[in-house]
């Protein structure tokens, strides 16, 4: 029962959030009440000014970039707190209180306190995990396949330009040497051919099975073959 209603109650609180950003599909961590501070760096009487924003604090994730923020949806009105998260981040965290520099142009500090230090406490450890995923390196680009090498030569041949994104990625594979077996398009003699694709030795019956298989499924390179053998057949009727 106690699982039910949390689970209802989580997808209440989702929904609530998408009817203002529709990007969000997550809550990370979820407090229900802070209050928002924002240090006041200059003027007469630098220090710790409240915010006039109190209400639930958020830690929410993004289908779109910025992927995480932190949101306090403030309760007297429609100025809520929202914030990147950001690698460079820098977090500082007392009892019923946590601190953080907002990476930004304004460099602004801001103060979370919670009644509850236990619920800070919770805060506190998603912010570090979520802060430490972003600031992994970023995984390196995959190399261009020899595969790919092979499509773009195999279109080639046939006088075509690969649409931009090339074939489907489940098709990629098996289409090793296919550029020099596939059927010529009519009315060729004078068209230049790119080289053949190298190192051919692990062609087999199956991966050239497999590589016609990918061709007919292509339905911009079945399109242009059609195309070239109805001008084939224009040609000779001429």
């Known amino acids: 029962m106690a699982g039910g ?29 802070v209050v928002a501070y924002l240090l006041q760096q200059d003027g ?16 929410v994730r993004r289908r779109t970039t910025p992927r995480y923020q932190l949101l306090v949806k403030n309760q007297f009105s429609t100025n809520d707190l929202l914030d990147s998260l950001h690698p460079d981040w820098e977090l500082d965290l007392q009892k019923n209180y946590i601190f953080y520099k907002v990476e930004d142009s304004s ?19 998603a912010l570090q995990k979520t802060l430490d995923e ?9 190399k261009r396949s020899t595969g790919d090498a092979q499509v773009d030569a195999l279109y080639a041949q046939f006088g075509f330009t690969k649409p931009e994104g090339g074939l489907p990625a489940e098709t990629g594979a098996g289409l090793a040497g296919a550029g020099q077996v596939a059927g010529r398009p009519g009315n060729s003699s004078n068209r230049e051919r790119a080289p053949a694709p190298q190192n051919q030795t692990g062609v087999t019956r199956e991966s050239l099975r497999a590589a016609l298989h990918a061709l007919a499924d292509d339905e911009f390179f079945v399109g242009h073959v059609l195309q070239k053998l109805k001008d084939s057949v224009s040609d000779e009727m001429l």
Do not use: C
């Open 5 to 33: 209603f949390e689970q209802n109650r989580y997808k209440g609180m989702l929904e609530s959030l998408q009817q203002t950003d529709f990007d969000i599909d997550h809550i990370v961590m979820y407090s229900k009440f």
């Open 44 to 59: 007469p009487n630098p220090g710790w000014r409240k915010a006039n924003i109190e209400g639930p604090v958020y830690l």
């Open 107 to 125: 460099k602004r500090i801001r103060g979370l306190w919670f009644h509850d230090d236990t619920e800070r406490q919770k805060l506190e450890a």
């Open 134 to 142: 972003l600031r992994k390196p970023s995984e390196p680009e995959p």
